[in-house]
RNA sequence: GCCCAAGUGGUGAAAUGGUAUACACGAAGGACUUAAAAUCCUUUGGCUGCAAAGCCGUGUGGGUUCGAGUCCCACCUUGGGCACCA
C-alpha cells in the first residue's frame, strides 16, 4: 500500500480525471426525471497568463456544490466555456502578426488543461467559446432581434475614446477617465456607433432585482448604477424672443427632483452641447465668447472635467431671459459644464439656495441666492419640548455669535433650566430689523455696549420650543448673525435679562463641542464652510414659496408637481443614471455586426397608411396634420374615408382598404385610431401580408364591459349607430398571433384619461407588443399629435438592412493586418471583397457594417446556449430552456456586478418579451467570490510579480489540497490573502486520512490525535463490532459532521464543513469500516480524487459519486451529556455537565448545590431565575 | 460628498441574542531519532494567583436586555463602488 504521497506522485488524480471523463458521471442529461440544478461557473477570459489561483476558487465552490447535489440525486447541468473574444489576443496578433484565432485556441488548450487538472465535474461535452461561429451566429441573430424590435439604432455621439487602443470605449470600461484595459487617460471624440437601448428597460432591471437571492450589495451595485430619481420636468419659456418670433413657443425644459424649490430658481444652466445654445444663435449678445466655451468645454476629456470639479466655470447667454412659471419672473441663462447633456434634459434650473453645486456657481458669478427652505429644529426633550396643552407664539428672532474683540473667542450663553449652549437669542421688535434686534440684545443680555456687525451667517432658521419662562410654545424664525465686540467697555446688565443664563467665553475650536443648541449647531457649520445651503426634505419647512409655504419640502415636492400639470407647465418624470449601451467596437476580433448599408434603400419612400375611428374620417382629429407633416419627411400617406364610418360594416371596411394595403410593402406602416385599430388588425389577417409598423392609438380592441355599452345606448351617444359599432367591434375576435406574426414592430398606445377604452380591456394584446399607458390625451382626437409624429419618425428607413437569417453566421474573413486603422473604422474596411456585398431587399450594391461587437455581447446569454449547444436550427430549444432554466446557482466575481449582469439580464428580458426563453430573470441566486490577494495583500498582478501560479501548487501538493485550501481560507465571498503555508494544514488533514484508511492494510495501527479512547483498534477490514462509551460518542460526532456538512456545502459555506471534518477526524482513533465510508462520502465532493481512490481501496468497484449523499440519523445527533452554565448577573460562575433534557428544576437544584454558584447566592434574595434547556441558568440577585 | 461591506488572538478565521477565540497556521516545550525532517503529545488573549479562583477583553462611546461580537444610536478606521446625475 502506497503512501498519499506516493499516490500524487504516480499522477493519481490525472488516473482518476481520466476515468470520470470515460464514465461519464459528470453528464447533464436533457429532460430527465430527477430535479433539476443548474450551476454555472462565470465562464473565464482565456488570457495567455494562464489560470491564477483566483479562478479556481469559484469553480472549487460549484464543483463541490454540484458533486454534492448529485449525490443527493438531482440532475446537474454545470458546464464550463469560453468568453474569448476581445482585446489582449487581438493586442497580441498585432504584435507578432499571429492569427487572433489561432492564439485564442492555444490559451484555451492551457486554460482547459489546467482547469482539468483541477477535477472539476464539468459536463465538456456541452464546452462552449463565445469565438466558434456556431455561436456567434447566434450573437449575431439575437442583435438582429433587438435591431428589428427598435432597441438597437445607430447614433454619433461622443464617445469615450482610447487614444492607445485606438477604439471606443463603454462607460463601464472607464474608470478615473482612465481606460479600463490601458490606463491611457480618455478623450471625447464624435463617432457613428451602434447603441442598444438598454434604458428602456432601465425600470424593468431595476424592479426585477427585488425578488433575486443576490447579495444586497451587489444589488445596491445595480442600483446605483441604473439611478433611478423621481422628479418634474418644467418649462421655462424664453422671454425675450426677437422681433418675428415672438410667437413661438421655445422653451427650455429642465429636470429636477426638487420642484418644491422653483420659487428660488434665480438662474437657469444649460449644458455646454445643449442644442438650444445653437438655436438662440442670433440672440445671444457674447456669441463668441460663448461658442468659445463651447469649444473648450467639447475638448475636455472626462478626467480633466471631473478634475476641475470644484472650480465651476459658465458664460452667461448675454440678451437670452427665461421666465420662472411660478412667478413669471425674467432669469438669466447660463452654459456651464456642470450640467451633463447627457442626464436629464441637459439643463436645469438653478436654486442656489438649495443646492451646493448652483450655491458655489452663483457665489463666484455673483447671481442671486433666494432662500425658500429654512431649516426647522423642533426641541424633542423636555423641559424644551413643544407642549400640546400650550399656545404657540410665532416672533421673528435672531440668533448671534459673539466674537471677542481680540482673540478668538466667543461669548456663549449657558442655559440654567434647558441645558442648553448657545450664542446670544433674541427676539424682533416691531420696528427693527434682525441686525438692530442683535445689537439691541447683546447689549442687554451681555452688558458689552460697543458692538460691530460682521455679517449674516444663515437665512432665515425656524425654531419650535417650549419656553418655560413666558409659559408658552415659541416658533422663532430668524437668521444667524455674527457681530464682533470693539473693546470691554461693560455695564452690568439689569437682572431680568441674565435671569435665566449665564454668559461665559469660549474658545473658537471649542464652539463645536460646545453649542448644542441645534439652530446654532447648524449656523456654527455654516459660519465655518461658508456655506448655506440647506438640502433635507424632511427636516425643513416651505418660505417665500406663497402656496407651499409651511409645508415641508418632501410635501411641497407632491404639491408642486400637481400644480404644474394642472397649469401645464410641466409634469412628474423619473430619471436614470444609465446610459444606452454603446455596442460598436472599431476593432477585428469581435462578431461582425450582420447589417449591411443600402443607399438606395434608403431613399425608398416609406408608405403610411392611417385608418380613422368610428364616425371619424380622413380629415379628422389629428390625421390632415399628420399627413401633412409625414410628407414633409417624404413619406407617402393615405388616410382613406370609409363609406361606412358611422354605421361600420367589417366587410365594406375592409373592400376599401384592401386597395391600399396591396401598395403597403414590408417596411411601411398602419395606424389606426380607435376603431380603426380593430380594422387593422382584420385588415393584417385578411391580406395576410407583411408590414414593417403597426400603431393601434386609443385603440377599440378590447372586450368592453356590459355597463359600458349600456352607457353609449343610454344616451352618452345620442342617435349614434351603436349597433353597428358593436358588430364591427366584436365581429369574431381579433387573430393577435396573425398580426404578431406579420407585422415586425407592434405599438398601442392608449392614455389613461380615454373616457371610452379603458386600459384594462386591453389585456390580450400580446405581452411582447410594445404597450404604452399616455397621460392627458384623453381619446386622441386633438389636431395635433406631435408625440405619435415622434413614434412614427423613427421608424424612417435608414438604410440598415439585416443580413438574411439564412446567411448567418457572418463570419469574420481573414485579414493580414489586425491594426485598428486608427480612423476609428475597424480593420475590417480595408477586405472591399467582405465590405462590399449585394443589398438583401433591392439587390443594389450596398456596404457591411464594419465595426465589431463588444466582448460584452458574447457573454451576454451564453448561459442558454449551455443547454442546447449543438442546436443548429435556433439558439436554444424552448422545452430545454423550460427543463434547465433558470440558473439555480451563479458564482463569480465581483467586478462583473453591473457589466455583465446588468448586460445578461438585458438580453434574458428581451428574449423572454420575444417569446424565446422561459423567464425573465436568468439568475436566481449569484454568489460572488471575493477576490484572493497576494500573500502581502495586494491585489495579484503579472506587473507587481506576486501571481501565485496554479500549477506549482496543484504540483507540490496535489489538486485536491489545492481545493481544500482555497476552501479552508475563510468565507467564499470575503476578500483574503493567499498564504502558502496555510496549506500544509490541509496536507496533514489529508494525509490522516489516508493513513486512516490504508494503514490498517499493513497491519499498521492507525494514526489519530486526542483521540476519543476506544476499547479495541484496528477495526479494518472486517471490524468487529465495537461497543461502549467510545463507540457512542463516535456515532453521535459522526452524524452531527454528516448533518453540518451537508447544510454548509448548500450555504457554500465549506470553511466550517472543512473544519468539522477535521474536528471528527482529530477525534476519531480506531475507526469502522462504515465510519470511513460514510466520512469518505462527505468528503468526496471537495477531494474528489483521494476519496475516490480510497474508496476503491475499501474494496467498492463503482465511483464513489455514484453513491448517496450518506443519511444522518437524528436520533444520534444528540449528546449524552450537555456542559450547562450558570450565570450570575450574567457572569459564568459554573459549568455542570448533566445529562440532556435535563429539567430546569433538577438544573437549578444541581447549581445551587454547586460550591461556587452557592458562594453567590449565599444569603441574597434570588429575583429572577431564567433557564434554557441544556444551555444555561442564569441568575439575577 | 453619496451608497455598500467589514473591524474578534501573532496570522487566516469560528460563534440561531446564551460558555468569545472552534478549525488551521505560526510559536514554545516535550516524545521518537546519533541528528535533522516527518510524525505524535502538551501549551498558546491579557493581567493577578502556588492553586482554587478572580478581573479585563470582539474598533470607540452610549443604549436595549437577566445576558450583546451579534440588536439600536452616534462616531472612528479600512476596503469596494459611484461621483458636478440636478
Known amino acids: 500500500m502506497s503512501t498519499y504521497k506516493e499516490f500524487l506522485q504516480n499522477n493519481g488524480e490525472k488516473h482518476w480525471q481520466d476515468q470520470w471523463e470515460k464514465w461519464q458521471i459528470n453528464k447533464a442529461v436533457d429532460f430527465d426525471k430527477k430535479p433539476k440544478k443548474y450551476v454555472l461557473d462565470m465562464f473565464p477570459y482565456p488570457s495567455a497568463a494562464g489560470l491564477h489561483v483566483g479562478h479556481p476558487e469559484g469553480y472549487t465552490a460549484t464543483d463541490i456544490y454540484s458533486r454534492y447535489f448529485r449525490m443527493k440525486g438531482f440532475n446537474v447541468l454545470h458546464p464550463m466555456g469560453w468568453d474569448a473574444f476581445g482585446l489582449p489576443a487581438e493586442n497580441y496578433a498585432i504584435k507578432t502578426g499571429t492569427q487572433p484565432k489561432t492564439i485564442t485556441e492555444k490559451n484555451i488548450e492551457t486554460f482547459k488543461r489546467q482547469i482539468m487538472s483541477l477535477g472539476f465535474s464539468y459536463d465538456w461535452s456541452r464546452e462552449i467559446n463565445t469565438t466558434d461561429p456556431k455561436y456567434y451566429k447566434w450573437t449575431q441573430w439575437i442583435f438582429l432581434q433587438l435591431f428589428k424590435k427598435g432597441l438597437a439604432y445607430e447614433a454619433t455621439v461622443p464617445i469615450n475614446w482610447c487614444p492607445s487602443c485606438k477604439t471606443g470605449l463603454a462607460n463601464e470600461e472607464v474608470k478615473d477617465g482612465k481606460c479600463d484595459r490601458c490606463g491611457t487617460v480618455v478623450e471625447k471624440k464624435d463617432m457613428r456607433q451602434w447603441m442598444l437601448r438598454i434604458t428602456a428597460y432601465a425600470d424593468r432591471l431595476l424592479s426585477g432585482l427585488e425578488n433575486l437571492n443576490w447579495s444586497e450589495s451587489i444589488k445596491a451595485l445595480q442600483r446605483n448604477w441604473i439611478g433611478r430619481s423621481e422628479g418634474a420636468e418644467v418649462d421655462f419659456r424664453i422671454a425675450n424672443l426677437p422681433a418675428g418670433r415672438q410667437g413661438s413657443t421655445k422653451k427650455i425644459r429642465v429636470y429636477t427632483t426638487r420642484p418644491d424649490t422653483l420659487f428660488g430658481a434665480t438662474y437657469m444652466v444649460l449644458s455646454p452641447e445643449h442644442p ?197 410654545n415659541r416658533y422663532a424664525c430668524g437668521p444667524v448673525l455674527l457681530f464682533q465686540l470693539v473693546d470691554d467697555n461693560w455695564r452690568e446688565p439689569e437682572l431680568e435679562h441674565v435671569k435665566n443664563h449665564r454668559a461665559v467665553w469660549v474658545d473658537g475650536d471649542k464652539m463645536g463641542e460646545f453649542i448644542n443648541l441645534p439652530s446654532f449647531i447648524y449656523g456654527w457649520q455654516a459660519l ?35 400644480w404644474l400639470e394642472e397649469k401645464g407647465y410641466g409634469k412628474k418624470a423619473v430619471n436614470y443614471k444609465l446610459r444606452d449601451w454603446v455596442f460598436s467596437r472599431q476593432r477585428y476580433w469581435g462578431e461582425p455586426i450582420p447589417l449591411i448599408y443600402c443607399e438606395h434603400c434608403k431613399k425608398q419612400k416609406q408608405k403610411v397608411l392611417i385608418i380613422h375611428g368610428w364616425e371619424g374620417s380622413g380629415e379628422d382629429n389629428w390625421l390632415p396634420w399628420m399627413k401633412q407633416e409625414l410628407e414633409k419627411d417624404n413619406f407617402e400617406v393615405f388616410t382613406p374615408t370609409m363609406s361606412t364610418s358611422a354605421s361600420p360594416k367589417v366587410d365594406k371596411w375592409m373592400e376599401e382598404l384592401m386597395p391600399y394595403m396591396e401598395k403597403l410593402g414590408e417596411n411601411d406602416i398602419i395606424i389606426g385610431h380607435s376603431l380603426g385599430s380593430n380594422a387593422a388588425i382584420r385588415l393584417i389577417e385578411k391580406a395576410n401580408k407583411k408590414i414593417g409598423h403597426l400603431f393601434l392609438i386609443g385603440s377599440a380592441i378590447g372586450k368592453l364591459p356590459e355597463k359600458r355599452w349600456k352607457l353609449f345606448q343610454l344616451g352618452i351617444m345620442l342617435g349614434a349607430d351603436i349597433k353597428s359599432l358593436r358588430e364591427f367591434w366584436e365581429k369574431e375576435p381579433l387573430n393577435w398571433s396573425k398580426a404578431d406574426e406579420l407585422v415586425a414592430n407592434k405599438h398601442v398606445i392608449l392614455s389613461d384619461d380615454d373616457p371610452y377604452i379603458h386600459p384594462d380591456t386591453h389585456k390580450d394584446v400580446p405581452q411582447n407588443w410594445n404597450f404604452e399607458l399616455w397621460h392627458g390625451h384623453k381619446h386622441f382626437t386633438a389636431f395635433e399629435a406631435p408625440e405619435i409624429l415622434q413614434k412614427v419618425l423613427v421608424c424612417k428607413p435608414t438604410g440598415w438592412i439585416p443580413v438574411p437569417e439564412n446567411e448567418l453566421p457572418l463570419e469574420l474573413p481573414e485579414v493580414d493586418k489586425y491594426e485598428p486603422t486608427g480612423t476609428g473604422e475597424s480593420p475590417l474596411v480595408n477586405i472591399k471583397d467582405w465590405i462590399v456585398t449585394k443589398c438583401p431587399v433591392c439587390g443594389g450594391e450596398a456596404r457591411r457594417e464594419a465595426n465589431t461587437m463588444p466582448q460584452w455581447a458574447g457573454s451576454s446569454w451564453y448561459w442558454l446556449r449551455f443547454i442546447d449547444p449543438q442546436n443548429d436550427k435556433t439558439f436554444a430549444d424552448f422545452e430545454k430552456l423550460k427543463y434547465w432554466m433558470p440558473v439555480d446557482v451563479y458564482v463569480g466575481g465581483a467586478e462583473h456586478a453591473v457589466l455583465h449582469l446588468l448586460y445578461g439580464r438585458f438580453w434574458n428580458m428581451v428574449l423572454y418579451d420575444l417569446g424565446y426563453v422561459p423567464q425573465e430573470e436568468p439568475f436566481t441566486k449569484l454568489v460572488n467570490q471575493g477576490m484572493i490577494l497576494a500573500e502581502n495583500s495586494e491585489k495579484m498582478s503579472k506587473s507587481r510579480g506576486n501571481v501565485v501560479n496554479p500549477d506549482d501548487v496543484i504540483a507540490e501538493h496535489g489538486a485536491d489540497a489545492f481545493r481544500m485550501y482555497e476552501m479552508f481560507m475563510g468565507p467564499l465571498e470575503d476578500v483574503k490573502p493567499w498564504n502558502t503555508k496555510g496549506i500544509v494544514g490541509i496536507c496533514r488533514f489529508l494525509e490522516r486520512v489516508w493513513n486512516m484508511v490504508s494503514s490498517p492494510l499493513q497491519g499498521e495501527v492507525p494514526v489519530g490525535r486526542r483521540g476519543i479512547e476506544l476499547k479495541q483498534d484496528l477495526p479494518h477490514p472486517n471490524p468487529p463490532l465495537i461497543k461502549g462509551r467510545g463507540q457512542d460518542a463516535l456515532e453521535i460526532i459522526l452524524n452531527k459532521t454528516i448533518k453540518k456538512v451537508g447544510e454548509d456545502v448548500e450555504n457554500m459555506r465549506f470553511n466550517t464543513a472543512i473544519s468539522a471534518m477535521m474536528v471528527l477526524i482529530n477525534e476519531s482513533k480506531g475507526v469502522s469500516k462504515e ?69 430546569e428544576a433538577e438544573a437549578i437544584a444541581t447549581a445551587k448545590n454547586d460550591e461556587n454558584v452557592k458562594k453567590y447566592l449565599d444569603g441574597v434574595e434570588i429575583k429572577k431565575t431564567i433557564f434554557v434547556q441544556n444551555k444555561l441558568i442564569s441568575f439575577v440577585i
Not at 452667461?316 to 450640467?339: F, H, M, R, T
Not at 456655506?531 to 415636492?557: H, W
Request: aromatic residues 10%.
Open 276 to 472: 438650444l445654445v445653437e438655436e438662440l444663435k442670433d440672440q445671444i449678445k457674447n456669441w463668441s465668447e460663448v461658442e468659445k466655451y463651447i469649444t473648450k468645454a467639447k475638448n475636455k476629456s472626462d478626467l480633466e472635467r471631473t478634475d476641475l470639479a470644484k472650480d465651476k466655470s459658465g458664460v452667461e447667454l448675454k440678451g437670452v431671459k427665461a421666465i420662472n412659471p411660478v412667478n413669471q419672473e425674467q432669469i438669466p441663462v447660463w452654459i456651464s459644464d456642470y450640467v451633463l447633456a447627457s442626464y436629464g434634459t441637459g439643463a436645469i434650473m438653478a436654486v442656489p439656495a438649495h443646492d451646493e453645486r448652483d450655491f458655489e456657481f452663483a457665489k463666484k458669478f455673483d447671481l442671486p441666492i433666494i432662500q425658500v427652505v429654512a431649516p426647522f429644529f423642533s426641541s424633542q426633550v423636555a423641559p424644551a419640548c413643544p407642549r400640546s396643552d400650550k399656545e404657540t407664539v410665532r416672533r421673528q428672532s435672531v440668533g448671534c455669535f459673539l466674537k471677542h474683540w481680540s482673540e478668538d473667542k466667543y461669548l456663549c450663553l449657558e442655559w440654567k433650566d434647558f441645558g442648553w449652549h448657545s450664542g446670544i437669542i433674541g427676539g424682533v421688535e416691531s420696528g427693527e430689523n434682525a441686525i438692530e434686534a442683535g445689537l439691541r440684545e447683546i447689549q442687554e443680555e451681555t452688558g458689552y455696549q460697543n458692538v460691530k456687525f460682521i455679517k449674516q451667517i444663515t437665512g432665515e432658521t425656524h425654531s419650535y420650543f417650549y419656553a418655560a419662562h413666558k409659559n408658552i
Open 1075 to 1143: 465510519f470511513l465510508e460514510k466520512f469518505l462520502l462527505i468528503l468526496s465532493p471537495f477531494a474528489p480524487h483521494m476519496t475516490e481512490e480510497l474508496w476503491t481501496k475499501l474494496g467498492h468497484k463503482e465511483s464513489i459519486f455514484k453513491e448517496s449523499w450518506p443519511k444522518y440519523d437524528e436520533s444520534k445527533i444528540k449528546d449524552e451529556e450537555v456542559e450547562l452554565v450558570v450565570q450570575i448577573n450574567g457572569k459564568i460562575r459554573a459549568k455542570l455537565k448533566l445529562p440532556t433534557g435535563t429539567t
Open 528 to 562: 465655518k464652510s461658508g456655506q448655506d445651503c440647506f438640502t433635507d426634505i424632511d427636516s425643513g419647512v416651505m418660505i417665500n414659496s406663497e402656496f407651499l409655504n409651511d409645508l415641508k419640502p418632501s410635501e411641497a415636492i407632491g404639491k408642486m408637481a400637481d
